[in-house]
């Protein structure tokens, strides 16, 4: 059905949430010289306004395969990875960028305020069988329930609470990849992404592995813990909820 060898990582958040700064839109300045060892281009201020919604992004930094947002409550690194990526040079990617991450937000935000620090990764497992046969696979493999017709959506998640005082959220489900040409055209054009070719389905799972139980009282090298967490997910226990066939 698929095979493990053939996972990548297609992209990876790694998200630092602090207490609440309404200010954090006139501290761009600061923000660009605490990421300047992530991103050496000029950041985007969107002028969002400072009693508009939190979550919202004040400063955006952007570049081919990675993006930076700053809100209020969050500073978030997207990383993109080809598939023909080596997973030991993701590896290493995903530990420097996690280090400089929280290097660099310690420099405008205060210890005190700091929360939490999540990684969250998507690997994808491309298989030639169709979503409701991948489908099935999930719900006959991971789902304790009678069948009442044909399936066609199955998802699985489950969390847990580690002795390193980690939780690591782990979920697995189908995806669809789709392209298509986009031709430039001057007039406003319509695109049903529905009709775009499919061109790769398999099994995703998603990780999310945080410090989240250790708010108040984080422990020290605990990113580096989170990144170890991470490569032993990613090389072998994973495999054991995945089943070859």
């Known amino acids: 059905m698929f095979k493990l060898s053939s996972k990548y990582i297609s992209n990876v958040f790694i998200v630092i949430k602090f207490l609440r700064d309404s200010n954090i839109r006139s501290k761009q300045s600061e923000i660009e010289r605490a990421y300047e060892r992530i991103f050496s281009i000029q950041s985007i201020n969107t002028n969002t306004p400072d009693n508009d919604v939190p979550i919202k992004p ?14 209020q409550e969050s500073s978030q690194l997207t990383l993109r990875f080809d598939s023909g990526v080596p997973q030991s040079n993701q590896f290493e990617t995903v530990k420097k960028y996690i280090t400089l991450m929280v290097q660099g937000t310690s420099e405008f935000i ?14 994808n497992y491309p298989s030639k069988e169709s ?7 999930i719900f006959s493999n991971f789902i304790k329930a009678k069948q009442l017709g044909s399936i066609e959506s199955a998802s699985f998640k489950v969390a847990y609470k580690t002795d390193d005082s980690l939780f690591v959220n782990i979920e697995i489900s189908t995806y669809e990849i789709r392209k298509g040409e986009i031709k430039p055209k001057i007039e406003q054009q319509y695109i049903n992404l529905i009709d775009l070719p499919v061109v790769e389905t398999g099994l995703q799972v998603k990780l999310d592995i945080n410090n989240r139980p250790q708010i108040g009282s984080v422990l020290p090298g605990s990113s580096d813990l989170i990144v170890s967490r991470f490569e032993s997910l990613v090389l072998n226990e994973i495999n054991n909820y995945l089943t070859v066939e």
Do not use: G, H, P
């Not at 205060?110 to 690997?123: G, N, R, Y």
């Open 58 to 71: 004040r400063i955006i930094f952007n570049d081919k395969k990675k993006q930076l947002m700053v809100s």
């Open 110 to 123: 205060d210890k005190d305020s700091l929360l939490e620090t999540s990684l969250v990764a998507i690997m």
């Open 131 to 137: 979503s409701q046969c991948l489908n099935s696979y």
